[in-house]
């Protein structure tokens, strides 16, 4: 399946837990930026109160579209070790990489949230949403985190997914929902037809409207969000296929990008090693002689 957009995505998605509707004890989070418009559809049908999860991917140096893993909310860091052994990624550059990334997620809970508190976890059940899952590590790391605040059931959605890693993310949730695992998979925003960039203004004004809808919401942030609509939301940017620069919402080629200069410096050791072995048996055969 296509989908249009997001939105298109998050009504496809709410049909598939519409079991959890009408419900007290749930609560959905979308993974920002890009699962927070699907996660809006969702808790929409559900009729359920919308909040963020806030999770940051660690991107490999020069190859940032690539997730050597991610970082959530509780000081929860989850690594792709396979993938930095294979590329030699020292510890250092992985702990600068946290570094960066661990005050960017502040920023960003300071932006969405100001001086609203988190959300209650414990006891209830909690759907998390992205857009997609390529490599499955912000899912992970935000499945991760959550199970530590003791929930009493944890659901992992997204409207489309590779195959291979809604499989592996089935043992870090009680219930997983991958609504597509198309094969080959490729990238999420291969999936979509407008997958825009989510900003962070797009995720304040759906937070502010889902409030408004619960009746939740400060009267200054209602008016606000009654004032602009959907329409202000992400679907009101120009159409492109450009990815969001969040979630997991990559293509898994960046995998084969990220190892070809790997490996052809392992190439060019090798050829290298050779020619000094061959020079130095060329020189002991000479003296040899």
Known sequence: MIYRDRRHAGRELAARLRHHAGRDDVLVLGLPRGGVPVAFEVAQA??????VMLVRKLGVPGHEELAMGAIASGDVRVLNHDLVRQLGIAAATIDAVTAREQAELHRREQAYRGTRPPPAIAGRTIIVIDDGLATGATMRAALQALRKLRPA???????????????????????????????????????????DQTSDEDVRQLLAQAAATAGSVPPDQASTARATGPSATAA??????????????RDLAAVRRAALPFSGRVMMDMRAGMQVIFSLSEAFLTSSS
């Open 46 to 51: 559900l009729q359920a109160p919308l909040d």
């Open 153 to 195: 059931r944890l659901v992992a959605a997204v409207p489309v997914g590779a195959r291979s890693t809604c499989d592996e993310l089935r043992d870090d949730a009680d219930e997983l929902v991958c609504v597509s695992m198309p094969e080959p998979f490729g990238g999420v925003g291969r999936w979509y037809d407008t997958f």
């Open 236 to 249: 009101a940017t120009p159409a492109t296929k450009r990815g969001d620069d969040d979630g997991d919402a």
